[in-house]
């Protein structure tokens, strides 16, 4: 249901005094909360980032106060509103909170305190299937369609980019060192961190002014809507203190030593070739083509078809060629080429995942600063981007070594790994009163290893004793399978 005020005509009243600061923060104080936006040029955590526009409103208001430009940079006018995003007694509202937090700090070195809400994450726990991006939110609240002035400037800017040859041209569009940094074939960056640099500065102020009123409408909407429900408790005791958590983590990154990671792109190319040669001993083809690749197994090798597509095709996944390499009667030749495939596909992995991105994340202060999405998947689970750290390979190998040896502790520390054991199952056992489940863990046992073990005969024909990392491996599958 849309909300009798709609917001449309409300004031983006632009702050360019000390006195005008003063009087905007202390009417800003006297709400019960305020939301906050931010636009940005560049990467958190580099030199070269910065907040081009700052809106903020009060609860229940119609209009935003706006710092831009060069009201950002001069600190006299800044510092009251610098003074409010600090103080925790303000309660804070805003849109994937935790961007515009480390843009605070990325931008003025400040720490935000005083969550309240984060509406996109209020928005996935009372409907985890919806989509949460804030244009979808304000629809909610009668103020859809503001995005699309943003998009028209940007695309404008596409142009322009596109056909500017000299500097005089990319000066034209807007400041020199980001349109440049742009053009740079060599270093191509996505237009998205510089575009609303480029924007108009009339345009780009109003739509932070909307984006952050909007934000206000939907936060009140949201809380009717968590209003004694559990969900609420949910949002305080649970979300709300992991969303200020993975901030901090976000904002402390992790280390990482830049001639490790080329040391490691460089071995994984090599590895790569190697692997190819192999692959190719009988004649190029195209290592990516599932045709190319079937026609190879089924055809000049004569494999016999274990699997096969929804199609009704001879399958090529990874399954299917563990499944074909674990075949006995395998001729060397067959053998060769099933493990040299199976390598391939392991690398390409980590290569394309690893070796040659995990150099472009790291930031000016040698870090990287992984993004950390508290909804990011089905089950509840954290994921994780830019880079993925949750997904660097395990240990097992020379090169999955390297991979993991890319992140490092400064000098005179040491990293840390700190693992609840088997914290799910226990849970399980905690909420099902399972008391078999319960005597393994009061026992001291390894849970996995227990269940590897009754299942062992079942499942590979072997006796309990014979159970190793492997089969504890694939009965971690059947645990958290069958929760």
Same mark, same amino acid.
């Given at each position: 249901?849309?909300?009798?005020?709609?917001?449309?005509?409300?004031?983006?009243?632009?702050?360019?005094?000390?006195?005008?600061?003063?009087?905007?923060?202390?009417?800003?104080?006297?709400?019960?909360?305020?939301?906050?936006?931010?636009?940005?040029?560049?990467?958190?955590?580099?030199?070269?980032?910065?907040?081009?526009?700052?809106?903020?409103?009060?609860?229940?208001?119609?209009?935003?106060?706006?710092?831009?430009?060069?009201?950002?940079?001069?600190?006299?006018?800044?510092?009251?509103?610098?003074?409010?995003?600090?103080?925790?007694?303000?309660?804070?509202?805003?849109?994937?909170?935790?961007?515009?937090?480390?843009?605070?700090?990325?931008?003025?070195?400040?720490?935000?305190?005083?969550?309240?809400?984060?509406?996109?994450?209020?928005?996935?726990?009372?409907?985890?299937?919806?989509?949460?991006?804030?244009?979808?939110?304000?629809?909610?609240?009668?103020?859809?369609?503001?995005?699309?002035?943003?998009?028209?400037?940007?695309?404008?800017?596409?142009?322009?980019?596109?056909?500017?040859?000299?500097?005089?041209?990319?000066?034209?569009?807007?400041?020199?060192?980001?349109?440049?940094?742009?053009?740079?074939?060599?270093?191509?960056?996505?237009?998205?961190?510089?575009?609303?640099?480029?924007?108009?500065?009339?345009?780009?102020?109003?739509?932070?002014?909307?984006?952050?009123?909007?934000?206000?409408?939907?936060?009140?909407?949201?809380?009717?809507?968590?209003?004694?429900?559990?969900?609420?408790?949910?949002?305080?005791?649970?979300?709300?203190?992991?969303?200020?958590?993975?901030?901090?983590?976000?904002?402390?990154?992790?280390?990482?030593?830049?001639?490790?990671?080329?040391?490691?792109?460089? @071995?994984?190319?090599?590895?790569?070739?190697?692997?190819?040669?192999?692959?190719?001993?009988?004649?190029?083809?195209?290592?990516?083509?599932?045709?190319?690749?079937?026609?190879?197994?089924?055809?000049?090798?004569?494999?016999?078809?274990?699997?096969?597509?929804?199609?009704?095709?001879?399958?090529?996944?990874?399954?299917?060629?563990?499944?074909?390499?674990?075949? @006995?009667?395998?001729?060397?030749?067959?053998?060769?080429?099933?493990?040299?495939?199976?390598?391939?596909?392991?690398?390409?992995?980590?290569?394309?995942?690893? @070796?040659?991105?995990?150099?472009?994340?790291?930031?000016?202060?040698?870090?990287?600063?992984? @993004?950390?999405?508290?909804?990011?998947?089905?089950?509840?689970?954290?994921?994780?981007?830019?880079?993925?750290?949750?997904?660097?390979?395990?240990?097992?190998?020379?090169?999955?070594?390297?991979?993991?040896?890319?992140?490092?502790?400064?000098?005179?520390?040491?990293?840390?790994?700190?693992?609840?054991?088997?914290?799910?199952?226990?849970?399980?056992?905690?909420?099902?009163?399972?008391?078999?489940?319960?005597?393994?863990?009061?026992?001291?046992?390894?849970?996995?290893?227990?269940?590897?073990?009754?299942?062992?005969?079942?499942?590979?024909?072997?006796?309990?004793?014979?159970?190793?990392?492997?089969?504890?491996?694939?009965?971690?599958?059947?645990?958290?399978?069958?929760?």
């Amino acid at each position: 249901t849309l909300r009798e005020q709609s917001s449309r005509d409300g004031i983006a009243c632009m702050i360019e005094t000390a006195a005008q600061a003063q009087k905007a923060v202390d009417a800003l104080r006297t709400a019960e909360w305020v939301a906050y936006d931010t636009e940005t040029v560049g990467q958190l955590f580099n030199r070269d980032f910065q907040v081009i526009s700052l809106a903020i409103s009060a609860r229940d208001g119609e209009d935003a106060f706006v710092w831009s430009g060069e009201s950002l940079t001069r600190q006299e006018v800044i510092q009251p509103l610098l003074e409010l995003m600090e103080d925790p007694s303000v309660l804070k509202v805003a849109q994937n909170a935790k961007y515009d937090a480390n843009a605070m700090y990325s931008g003025f070195g400040i720490h935000v305190d005083g969550l309240h809400l984060d509406t996109r994450l209020v928005r996935k726990i009372l409907e985890p299937e919806s989509m949460a991006k804030l244009e979808i939110l304000q629809e909610q609240v009668g103020m859809g369609g503001g995005k699309e002035l943003a998009i028209q400037a940007i695309d404008a800017i596409k142009k322009k980019l596109k056909k500017a040859t000299s500097d005089v041209e990319l000066a034209e569009i807007g400041p020199i060192q980001w349109t440049k940094r742009l053009k740079d074939p060599e270093k191509p960056i996505a237009l998205g961190v510089y575009a609303y640099g480029l924007m108009d500065s009339v345009v780009r102020d109003r739509y932070c002014a909307r984006d952050t009123v909007s934000t206000a409408r939907v936060a009140e909407l949201y809380e009717e809507r968590l209003a004694g429900t559990s969900i609420k408790t949910v949002w305080n005791d649970i979300m709300l203190p992991a969303a200020k958590a993975i901030e901090r983590v976000e904002r402390w990154g992790v280390a990482v030593d830049k001639h490790f990671v080329d040391k490691f792109n460089f @071995s994984v190319h090599k590895a790569l070739h190697e692997t190819e040669q192999k692959l190719f001993a009988d004649g190029e083809f195209n290592l990516n083509s599932t045709a190319e690749l079937g026609h190879i197994l089924y055809k000049n090798l004569k494999l016999p078809v274990v699997s096969k597509t929804a199609k009704g095709k001879p399958s090529t996944d990874k399954a299917t060629l563990d499944q074909l390499a674990g075949l @006995s009667n395998l001729s060397g030749k067959q053998k060769q080429f099933l493990e040299a495939m199976l390598a391939y596909r392991k690398l390409a992995k980590l290569h394309s995942s690893y @070796s040659t991105k995990l150099g472009s994340f790291i930031r000016d202060d040698g870090r990287v600063h992984p @993004s950390f999405n508290l909804v990011g998947a089905r089950s509840g689970r954290i994921s994780c981007s830019d880079p993925n750290v949750q997904q660097i390979p395990r240990a097992d190998n020379e090169l999955a070594a390297m991979a993991r040896n890319c992140f490092t502790a400064p000098k005179g520390r040491v990293l840390v790994q700190v693992d609840y054991s088997q914290l799910e199952l226990r849970i399980a056992a905690m909420l099902s009163n399972d008391t078999n489940m319960i005597d393994v863990f009061k026992s001291g046992e390894d849970y996995h290893l227990r269940t590897a073990q009754l299942i062992s005969k079942q499942a590979w024909g072997i006796a309990p004793e014979e159970v190793t990392k492997v089969h504890r491996t694939a009965a971690k599958s059947v645990n958290f399978g069958l929760l």
